[in-house]
């Protein structure tokens, strides 16, 4: 997973809460990462050219008034072909068109991003769109055991609560709740049409705070051709009302009636590890289809998942693990961990879906006892 390739492309800022899988995914693409984030974790520096730590923390979210500085202080003497943002920004539009004026983005701007993570607008354009997605609204519902509420920008699955017990608050909306399959669609945007990357199947890992808390995705091999050219033409439909540009996901509910359509995610996801490919690297599509120019995209015979590990109970030190090379984003020795703190992620390859699943929660498993064992 870590693999460097030749620095012949130049060099790429990144910006997220977690760069690492961004950073890998520019080496697979033969640029020379400059990362910021909230980690630098070990594989993150070991990936970047440079690496430091982005201005803010996961409590209060990126400080939009020190971010500047901080990059033009990583960039240094380089020229940057661009920068990326990842996760930390949908709910800093203005920071990111600020951004924009320093930096060349490769990415949606403002604009893009307030329209698609506006739940109202969203709901909207759906509905001239024709496109199924859950009732929403800003009070409480008469039955909010039927409702989930959530964040407005939110990201990840953390932020989200079943309704029952909770009261309007700033910033949080009710979505009707919908029962099904959690599917995702990994696609790129030009700013009128979307290309579909590929699909997941994901599955939540729940806290007692967190009951929709993202657990990990697998890739699907095979997905239903008329299914997918519908759901095509309903990201084509939103990515031409927002302006949608380079890699995008879209959360899907597969109940007895079809999909529904969930919410847009206006940047690189969760999912990227498991869809890139160094033949045809996602990287140089999203920065492609952000210039307006042409691209290509990866083709997949098998399946491959990814899985984040959480600790199940306090950590006082963890302990020196000799990490297997299916593993990422690795805590490191002595670091002090509460409960519910991210430990790694897990990767896992496998002929079909069913079957990797399995493989990587067998071997998130067989990891977990490692740090468990040596719990004080």
Same mark, same amino acid.
């Given at each position: 997973?870590?693999?460097?390739?030749?620095?012949?492309?130049?060099?790429?800022?990144?910006?997220?809460?977690?760069?690492?899988?961004?950073?890998?995914?520019?080496?697979?693409?033969?640029?020379?990462?400059?990362?910021?984030?909230?980690?630098?974790?070990?594989?993150?520096?070991?990936?970047?050219?440079?690496?430091?730590?982005?201005?803010?923390?996961?409590?209060?979210?990126?400080?939009?008034?020190?971010?500047?500085?901080?990059?033009?202080?990583?960039?240094?003497?380089?020229?940057?072909?661009?920068?990326?943002?990842?996760?930390?920004?949908?709910?800093?539009?203005?920071?990111?068109?600020?951004? %924009? @004026?320093?930096?060349? =983005?490769? +990415?949606?701007?403002? !604009?893009?991003?307030? *329209?698609?993570? /506006?739940?109202?607008? #969203?709901?909207?354009?759906?509905?001239?769109?024709?496109?199924?997605?859950?009732?929403?609204?800003?009070?409480?519902?008469?039955?909010?055991?039927?409702?989930?509420?959530?964040?407005?920008?939110?990201?990840?699955?953390?932020?989200?609560?079943?309704?029952?017990?909770?009261?309007?608050?700033?910033?949080?909306?009710?979505?009707?709740?919908?029962?099904?399959?959690?599917?995702?669609?990994?696609?790129?945007?030009?700013?009128?049409?979307?290309?579909?990357?590929?699909?997941?199947?994901?599955?939540?890992?729940?806290?007692?705070?967190?009951?929709?808390?993202?657990?990990?995705?697998?890739?699907?091999?095979?997905?239903?051709?008329?299914?997918?050219?519908?759901?095509?033409?309903?990201?084509?439909?939103? %990515? @031409?009302?927002?302006? =949608?540009? +380079?890699?995008?996901? !879209?959360?899907?509910? *597969?109940?007895? /009636?079809?999909?529904? #359509?969930?919410?847009?995610?206006?940047?690189?996801?969760?999912?990227?590890?498991?869809?890139?490919?160094?033949?045809?690297?996602?990287?140089?599509?999203?920065?492609?289809?952000?210039?307006?120019?042409?691209?290509?995209?990866?083709?997949?015979?098998?399946?491959?998942?990814?899985?984040?590990?959480?600790?199940?109970?306090?950590?006082?030190?963890?302990?020196?693990?000799?990490?297997?090379?299916?593993?990422?984003?690795?805590?490191?020795?002595?670091?002090?961990?509460?409960?519910?703190?991210?430990?790694?992620?897990?990767?896992?390859?496998?002929?079909?879906?069913?079957?990797?699943?399995?493989?990587?929660?067998?071997?998130?498993?067989?990891?977990?006892?490692?740090?468990?064992?040596?719990?004080?």
């Amino acid at each position: 997973m870590h693999a460097k390739s030749p620095n012949s492309a130049g060099s790429l800022l990144i910006a997220a809460i977690s760069g690492r899988a961004l950073a890998a995914a520019a080496r697979r693409a033969g640029y020379r990462p400059l990362v910021a984030d909230f980690f630098c974790d070990t594989d993150t520096v070991a990936l970047a050219e440079r690496a430091t730590m982005l201005p803010g923390d996961l409590q209060r979210g990126v400080d939009g008034e020190r971010i500047i500085e901080t990059l033009r202080q990583l960039a240094g003497d380089d020229r940057p072909v661009a920068i990326i943002l990842g996760s930390g920004f949908e709910r800093m539009t203005e920071t990111v068109d600020e951004i %924009a @004026r320093h930096f060349q =983005l490769a +990415g949606n701007n403002g !604009a893009a991003i307030r *329209r698609i993570k /506006d739940p109202q607008a #969203l709901a909207a354009d759906c509905a001239e769109l024709g496109i199924p997605h859950p009732e929403f609204r800003w009070d409480r519902p008469p039955d909010p055991e039927n409702w989930v509420v959530k964040t407005a920008g939110g990201a990840g699955g953390g932020h989200i609560r079943r309704a029952a017990g909770e009261t309007p608050a700033a910033g949080r909306y009710f979505q009707r709740f919908v029962a099904g399959r959690s599917i995702s669609a990994l696609f790129v945007g030009d700013g009128q049409a979307a290309d579909i990357v590929g699909f997941s199947r994901q599955w939540a890992s729940p806290a007692p705070a967190a009951p929709y808390r993202y657990g990990g995705a697998v890739r699907l091999r095979r997905f239903d051709r008329r299914q997918a050219e519908i759901i095509r033409g309903w990201l084509s439909g939103l %990515a @031409r009302r927002a302006g =949608l540009v +380079g890699l995008c996901s !879209a959360d899907l509910i *597969r109940g007895p /009636d079809g999909h529904t #359509l969930i919410e847009i995610n206006p940047r690189p996801g969760a999912t990227l590890d498991i869809f890139d490919d160094a033949d045809a690297p996602l990287i140089e599509a999203h920065l492609r289809a952000a210039a307006g120019r042409a691209y290509r995209l990866p083709r997949f015979v098998d399946s491959m998942a990814s899985m984040v590990t959480y600790a199940a109970a306090p950590i006082a030190r963890f302990p020196s693990i000799a990490w297997p090379e299916w593993t990422a984003d690795h805590q490191s020795p002595g670091t002090r961990l509460i409960a519910g703190d991210p430990v790694c992620t897990v990767f896992a390859r496998g002929p079909s879906a069913d079957l990797t699943r399995r493989l990587i929660k067998g071997q998130a498993s067989r990891l977990q006892h490692q740090w468990e064992g040596d719990r004080t």
